[in-house]
């Protein structure tokens, strides 16, 4: 346990003392700042719908930022040799890792809660879709900083992991649209792979077990592949 | 009780490429050893997979009695690595690093407190103990990675190149802070200097090219057995005489001298006088003999003796 508190200290230092972490968090709040403000004036109405559908995006894009220099610069810079003969698991290693990352998108989330706050003050907004959506946010964010995390133990080049994580996110998020043409059972099993699928229902105020188990059975799968990706070398 | 290190038939392929070749060989508790060989031998393989990083494709090893795949936290507690070329996390501070391994390595409070201390003193790193790794010089990085290594007291220490980088005086500072462990601690040392391996290790290991080519090399050489000659004769005359006497195992030029004298190296069996009778038998033949003295092979040259002789093997 004592390992694990001293690796995750470790990985939060080495993220917040990366340019990355900031450029992605100004990224975030220039952007989301903009669409709200925008949604909001062009609607008339207390809703994060929009806002959430937007972060949905944005988390896609900002995810692979973050997770691509986790393992793959531990690989490249070989101080991954340091920690892999040190006496703590693999499995402290890669859940600090993906804590860490999760820290910051916790962040961000807590930034966006000035929207809310916003909306609250001027009008009189549902919460029940803004806490069931930032719920998904948080679940969908633990599945994308999961297979960032897996694709940056797959190669020592950062920009590669970016990119192989990036492909999975754009891959998984438009699959329903080509998973509708396919015969039935194909279908099925194809659209139930797209996270925008199982994203939906949690912005507008919907939560699912069949949706949660999802975020959380990728988060779970990839973690261990990672877990396995460290342990046969 | 089960030696410190013992590797049994070992092999190690990396896609189609073979590094390691069915190499086997024990590390008594206590001892320190060296291992040789030219670049790309597979030293570097071999130390990765004694301390869980790589996991061997086939044979076991054990370190302290546990298997490095099976009980991969045991080893790794059991044991310490000095990887080569010192990677550091660039972003640390020296204290930082230190205290960040010592809590890794299962200290806590006043006991990891007091482990860096020691490390940092004995490494003289007490001064840079809060610059930032990325910043040290070579020297620095390689003494802070060995720092970290001596933490918690290791039973087993695993030293890849450790020298490389320092100074003369930094040298001699490593090598006694090894020889220090002697008996105590067991030491697995990589290195191509070959002079640094004769001071520090007991026995030496030759690597070439994945495949063990002996695990003895210092005791074969300190069983002292050559005897340097420098006489003035044709080689063939010298060397029917001299292999003709009991105790005598074998003979080389070892390089032709000024004028017509010649310099031999003999291997024998040792005895008492037999140096008395190769000299009474080759001046009893009329030859002029100008030295024979008992010699000590250096390393270097059993280790360039195996490696060509493997090399010619090969070809």
């Given amino acids: ?233 | 009780m089960s030696p410190a290190i013992l590797a049994q038939n070992v092999t190690k392929w990396y896609g189609p490429r073979r590094a390691v070749n069915d190499v086997s060989f024990a590390i008594e508790h206590g001892e320190i050893v060296g291992l040789l060989g030219p670049n790309g031998s597979g030293k570097s393989t071999i130390f990765r997979m004694l301390t869980g990083y790589l996991v061997p494709t086939s044979g076991t090893i054990e370190v302290d009695g546990h298997d490095v795949v099976a009980e991969s936290l045991a080893v790794r507690r059991a044991i310490s690595y000095v990887p080569e070329d010192a990677p550091l996390y660039d972003h640390m501070r020296v204290g930082e690093f230190l205290h960040f391994m010592a809590i890794m390595k299962g200290l806590r409070g006043t006991a990891a407190r007091a482990s860096v201390d020691g490390a940092a003193r004995r490494l003289d790193l007490t001064r840079v103990m809060t610059l930032q790794t990325g910043k040290l010089s070579r020297g620095f990085r390689q003494r802070v990675s060995i720092a970290q290594a001596l933490l918690g007291d290791p039973r087993v220490l695993v030293l890849d190149e450790p020298t490389s980088g320092l100074d003369p005086n930094q040298v001699i500072a490593v090598r006694d802070l090894v020889q220090s462990l002697a008996g105590s601690r067991t030491v697995l040392i990589a290195s191509h200097v070959l002079p640094e391996i004769e001071k520090i290790a007991s026995r030496v290991m030759i690597l070439l090219d994945g495949t063990l080519l002996t695990a003895d090399a210092l005791r074969e050489k300190t069983g002292g057995a050559t005897l340097r000659l420098s006489a003035a004769a044709p080689h063939d005359a010298i060397r029917r005489i001299v292999t003709g006497i009991a105790g005598v195992r074998g003979m080389d030029i070892d390089s032709d001298g000024a004028a017509d004298i010649a310099r031999y190296l003999i291997q024998v069996q040792p005895r008492p006088s037999l140096a008395a009778d190769i000299l009474a038998a080759l001046v009893g033949a009329g030859i002029a003999v100008s030295e024979l003295t008992e010699c000590q092979l250096d390393l270097e040259r059993v280790f360039l003796d195996l490696t060509r002789g493997s090399a010619r093997l090969a070809a």
């Fill in chain 1, 1 to 233: 346990m004592r390992g694990f508190a001293v690796l995750l200290l470790k990985e939060e230092r080495a993220l917040f003392s990366s340019p990355i972490a900031y450029a992605v968090m100004t990224v975030f709040l220039l952007i989301m700042g903009y669409s709200f403000t925008l949604t909001l004036f062009i609607s008339h109405q207390p809703s994060m719908v929009h806002v959430f559908f937007q972060m949905f995006v944005l988390f896609m894009l900002t995810a692979p930022l973050i997770t691509m220099r986790l393992l793959a610069e531990e690989r490249k810079l070989r101080t991954l040799e340091v920690l892999l003969t040190s006496p703590v698991s693999e499995a402290a290693i890669v859940l600090a890792k993906f804590t860490a990352s999760m820290s910051l998108i916790v962040m961000l989330l807590l930034l966006s809660g000035s929207y809310p706050m916003v909306l609250a003050y001027f009008g009189d907004p549902d919460f029940g879709p803004i806490y069931s959506g930032y719920l998904g946010l948080l679940l969908f964010g633990s599945a994308l900083v999961g297979t960032g995390l897996l694709a940056s133990a797959l190669t020592a080049n950062q920009v590669i992991a970016a990119l192989i994580s990036l492909s999975v996110f754009l891959i998984l998020w438009i699959i329903d649209n080509f998973g509708w043409l396919l015969p039935s059972p194909a279908d099925t099993l194809v659209v139930n792979l797209s996270l925008a699928v199982h994203f939906r229902p949690f912005a507008v105020g919907s939560v699912y077990l069949s949706d949660v188990g999802f975020f959380l059975s990728v988060t779970l799968m990839t973690l261990f592949l990672t877990v396995r990706a460290l342990a046969r070398r």
